[in-house]
């Protein structure tokens, strides 16, 4: 769940971030714990975006570099994080329903 609420939140912030210059969006890799579980790691994104050259405030020529978000893939993976996150919550769910249930047996 933890590894979900990472994502969730790394992609929050590069949905936000889209139209900020020069923003380098954040990416989410998970690792296996041998005790079970995923741990993540947030890292960012050094592919340059896109180039445009316009003119500033005063006339004058000037080439900026845009953020390298790409919309398609954060809305995409937020839907996934948000399937994670509801399917670890579900399975605690019934794991904590069973062992009640399994508790009221016993007593």
Same mark, same amino acid.
Request: aromatic residues 4%; charged residues 20%; without cysteine.
């Given at each position: *769940?933890?590894?979900?609420? !990472?994502?969730? /939140?790394?992609? $929050?912030?590069?949905?936000?971030? +889209?139209?900020?210059?020069?923003?380098? $969006?954040?990416? @989410?890799?998970?690792? !296996? #714990?041998?005790?079970?579980? @995923?741990?993540? #790691?947030? #890292? %960012?994104?050094? !592919?340059?975006?896109?180039? %445009?050259?316009? +003119? &500033?405030? =005063?006339?004058?020529?000037? !080439?900026?570099?845009? #953020?390298? @978000?790409? +919309?398609?893939?954060?809305?995409?993976? =937020?839907?996934?994080? =948000?399937?994670?996150? /509801?399917?670890? $919550?579900? %399975?605690?769910?019934? /794991?904590? =329903? $069973?062992?009640?249930?399994? +508790? &009221?047996? *016993?007593?």
């Amino acid at each position: *769940m933890r590894f979900a609420s !990472t994502s969730l /939140a790394a992609q $929050a912030s590069n949905i936000a971030n +889209l139209l900020t210059d020069g923003y380098r $969006a954040r990416k @989410v890799s998970g690792v !296996t #714990s041998v005790g079970g579980g @995923v741990s993540a #790691s947030v #890292s %960012v994104d050094l !592919t340059p975006g896109a180039q %445009v050259s316009g +003119l &500033d405030e =005063a006339g004058a020529l000037e !080439t900026r570099e845009l #953020s390298n @978000v790409n +919309l398609e893939d954060e809305v995409i993976g =937020a839907r996934v994080s =948000a399937f994670i996150y /509801a399917a670890n $919550a579900a %399975v605690i769910y019934r /794991a904590d =329903a $069973a062992a009640g249930t399994l +508790l &009221d047996r *016993m007593a």
